[in-house]
């Protein structure tokens, strides 16, 4: 079965630098891996995807992710956070491509700080 | 273009009071349907998915259910709410395009 590790419940970052938000999920097959971003009492947004091809990915927001097949890692990056991306991030992996077998990790609540 | 609805967006009702949560998709058709639950501060728990209608799979033993009565029509039930019902619940949908679309979510707060 399927598991998503998000290492950081909580990340705080002062406006304009960098953040990592971690992912490791575990797998034997391949798979297609997701991040997603909550705001507050709002529904989940897709902010990018792997699926296939070039490991590095970019998404909205000036989100990237990088895709590490050797350590089973997709770890989100965005090199210069505003307030605005305060959100909860989610990492989830699949491993059919009907968007079924869907698994979630736990979550990383970003907190932008002034 | 799909989109996806949930209504009503905040719901507040008494404990062992019944449960009617509904989630419609436009724009596609025989999408997969899911209803996940957020506990405060928690993650994402998946509860029901659908693949066609009137096929329902059920991941947690608790007291709902969910019904597909047609097409791009999910929805979410309960005989007798408990405390433990509180939470934000998400429906979603997936074709064949590998990842899954969220609705705007319902705010249930079981008092």
């Known amino acids: 079965a399927q598991s998503v590790t998000q290492l950081d419940s909580q990340v705080p970052v002062f406006e304009e630098a960098p953040v990592e938000l971690r992912c490791n999920y575990s797998?034997?097959?391949?798979?297609?891996l997701f991040w997603y971003v909550q705001y507050p009492n709002q529904g989940l947004q897709l902010l990018l995807k792997y699926l296939s091809g070039s490991t590095l990915v970019k998404g909205i927001n000036g989100f990237e992710a990088e895709f590490n097949k050797s350590q089973t890692s997709f770890h989100l990056r965005k090199p210069s956070v505003h307030i605005s991306d305060t959100a909860e991030y989610f990492c989830a992996v699949s491993d059919d491509n009907y968007g079924q077998n869907f698994v979630f990790g736990p979550g990383t609540r970003l907190s932008v700080l002034p | 273009s799909q989109t996806i609805h949930q209504w009503p967006a905040t719901l507040v009702q008494p404990v062992g009071s019944p449960l009617s949560l509904e989630c419609t998709v436009e724009g596609t058709s025989n999408p997969n349907l899911y209803w996940y639950r957020q506990a405060a501060g928690r993650g994402l728990q998946l509860l029901f998915y659908s693949v066609g209608i009137g096929q329902i799979s059920s991941e947690v033993p608790q007291n709902l259910s969910a019904s597909r009565p047609q097409d791009r029509q999910f929805i979410l039930s309960s005989k007798k709410l408990l405390l433990s019902d509180s939470g934000f619940y998400l429906c979603?949908?997936?074709?064949?395009?590998?990842?899954?679309?969220f609705g705007p979510g319902t705010r249930l707060t079981v008092t």
């Open positions: 979603a949908w997936s074709t064949g395009s590998y990842e899954q679309y």
């Open positions: 797998s034997s097959v391949s798979v297609y």
